[in-house]
């Protein structure tokens, strides 16, 4: 196979998304459904590129790849349906694969028609797309007490990942008219043009998506949920006010909001509680999750920082590690989600009129 400077673009689409892949496989950050269901999303990419190259050897690698293409669709829908509430996959999940089972059988039987593949790949794709999108709106309509931090997700990186998966199918369309018309030029465009919003997708998720992993683990459960989920716990009113008078103290006292790698394990283990029971007490006790208690805490203190005349000399990167944040972009997103404006508009507003 002759290589194209077409060719380079593919190849670090290929490197970036096996590297996400196995991030996402091994980290401890976010969802553990989400974090796996995306990883499959990047393998896909990944291999799907390996058996798209390998066709001029067998062209079977390359009806694999179209194939596999059918996947898209179903891990983006089911990815939101992690972020909104759904916990684990069920067995009736399954029937999202009926379509790459049908692509590779009807790929067997057309055999090398890939315009024909690339027309149903388009159409698989924008639909569940769409479905994706119309959850997240519906979610964000039925759950009032969670809009302000959904509204974040869709007008941040997810909402321009789910409109960039929009134009890969529909560069995919593109791709197989220009097949129909047998216009080569046009068919190289298309690919390029689908390959580029690849990548565009892969960075967005290693420069945005990553870092907010563990905003997504904001805890989207009603009151009557979180009152069903302990009620077979031990703990009395009376503790769970004592212990989270507890973690008020580890807070506010030891600061332990500055370890960027605190967890609600770590803090299970100061109070002498499990897990699960510490979840309660911030559940119900405190009355939030964990992920928004701990970065409230930090937003603070970044605050205090910002606007405090002996720390003027202190640049925002600095300030955002000293309060706990691990990431730039965790720390502006969450900045600008609570307070409406940037870390630095805030600083030299207050300096103005102060």
């Known amino acids: 196979m002759t290589f194209t400077p077409i060719d380079v673009p593919v190849y670090i689409l290929a490197f970036q998304s096996f590297t996400v892949s196995l991030y996402l496989l091994f980290t401890n ?58 916990s684990k996959l069920q067995k009736s999940d399954a029937y999202h694969l009926a379509p790459v089972i049908l692509a590779f059988v009807f790929f067997e039987l057309i055999r090398d028609q890939y315009e024909l593949s690339e027309l149903l790949i388009a159409l698989s794709f924008s639909s569940y797309t769409l479905f994706a999108y119309s959850d997240v709106r519906s979610f964000v309509r039925k759950n009032k007490a969670f809009e302000a931090n959904l509204r974040y997700l869709l007008t941040g990186w997810l909402k321009i990942t789910l409109f960039a998966c929009f134009a890969i199918a529909f560069f995919s369309l593109l791709t197989s008219m220009f097949q129909f018309w047998n216009n080569f030029k046009l068919v190289q465009v298309g690919f390029l043009a689908q390959t580029t919003t690849w990548l565009i997708v892969v960075n967005i998720f290693i420069y945005h998506g990553i870092p907010s992993l563990d905003d997504l683990m904001e805890d989207k459960t009603s009151k009557k949920e979180v009152d069903n989920k302990y009620k077979s716990s031990p703990l009395s009113e009376e503790e769970i006010e004592y212990y989270s008078n507890e973690i008020l103290k580890l807070l506010e006292s030891d600061k332990i909001y500055q370890d960027p790698t605190v967890s609600l394990t770590h803090i299970a283990e100061r109070i002498s509680l499990t897990t699960k029971s510490t979840s309660q007490v911030v559940n119900e006790g405190l009355e939030t999750n964990f992920s928004d208690l701990i970065n409230s805490y930090r937003l603070k203190h970044a605050q205090n920082l910002l606007v405090t005349k002996n720390n003027q000399e202190m640049n925002i990167t600095q300030i955002l590690y000293e309060a706990g944040f691990n990431s730039k972009t965790s720390f502006y997103n969450y900045f600008k989600r609570k307070t409406g404006t940037s870390p630095k508009d805030y600083r030299a507003r207050y300096l103005t009129d102060h």
């Open 29 to 86: 950050s976010g969802q553990k459904l989400g974090n796996r269901l995306f990883s499959f999303f990047f393998m896909i990419i990944f291999l799907r590129i390996v058996f798209y190259y390998a066709r001029g050897i067998d062209p079977f690698m390359g009806r694999i790849s179209y194939a596999l293409a059918f996947l898209y669709g179903p891990i983006v829908w089911l990815y939101i349906k992690c972020l909104t509430g759904k």
